[in-house]
């Protein structure tokens, strides 16, 4: 079965510093990546993908995302944090030809000025 | 094109009440996807269409719980009979499928809000 993981709640960080946020996933065929930002009241907005190609991809905001098949992870990192970053992350996997969409639990980053 | 428009954007009910939540996605997407949001977690699945039909049901929606695409463009989702433990962000999404990748990135709606008392 397919199953993404993200085992931080919280992520905190200072402004201006390096961030990273995790996501684990687990799939039997070829993995299609996503990660999303939630804003408070707000539905979930696409921050990147990876669907086949570069392990790195680059995304909205400044957001890039590294495609690890041996540790079968999908981290998202940014080199530089703003205090608008703070908000929900959620990284959702969807194995090609399926077409079901499965999310994370969700990791919740605070920068902090 | 105004994107994934739900509504309403929130409903409170007393519990044994019906609800029903409307979704009008993207006027070229044929896939529709509903899901459920609780505080502080991620996105569960509750149910996708093709056009009109229902593709996959999840098993976390009860015999309560419907959904319809009529004529494969908006979708209702009703819950009957509702239960305090439905409150929730019901959230819709929709993609156009094809293209070379084969893998399209959702577009959701600003969700609605149940509040069950």
């Known amino acids: 079965a397919q199953s993404v993981a993200q085992p931080e709640d919280q992520v905190n960080v200072a402004e201006g510093n390096p961030l990273t946020v995790k996501c684990t996933y687990s799939v039997s065929g070829n993995p299609y990546l996503f990660w999303y930002v939630q804003y408070p009241n707000r539905g979930l907005q696409f921050l990147l993908k990876?669907?086949?190609?570069?392990?790195l991809v680059k995304g909205s905001y400044g957001f890039e995302a590294e495609f690890n098949k041996s540790q079968t992870s999908f981290h998202l990192k940014k080199p530089s944090a703003l205090v608008s970053d703070s908000a929900l992350y959620f990284c959702a996997l969807m194995t090609s030809g399926t077409y079901k969409y499965i999310f994370g639990t969700g990791t919740r980053l605070k920068v902090l000025a | 094109d105004t994107g994934v428009s739900q509504n309403p954007r929130h409903k409170i009910t007393k519990r044994g009440q019906n609800v029903t939540f409307r979704c009008d996605p993207i006027s070229e997407h044929n896939r529709l996807y509903w899901y459920r949001q609780t505080l502080g977690q991620g996105p569960e699945f509750l149910t996708y269409?093709?056009?009109?039909?229902?593709?996959?049901k999840s098993r976390l929606l009860s015999d309560r719980f419907s959904a319809e695409r009529p004529k494969g463009s908006f979708s209702t989702l009703e819950i009957q009979r509702t239960e305090q433990g439905d409150s929730a962000m019901y959230l819709c999404?929709?993609?156009?499928?094809?293209?070379?990748?084969?893998?399209?990135?959702?577009?959701f709606g600003a969700g609605s809000r149940l509040t069950v008392l």
């Open positions: 990876y669907i086949t190609g570069d392990n």
């Open positions: 999404a929709s993609i156009e499928t094809g293209g070379l990748s084969g893998a399209n990135v959702l577009t």
């Open positions: 269409f093709q056009n009109e039909a229902q593709l996959e």
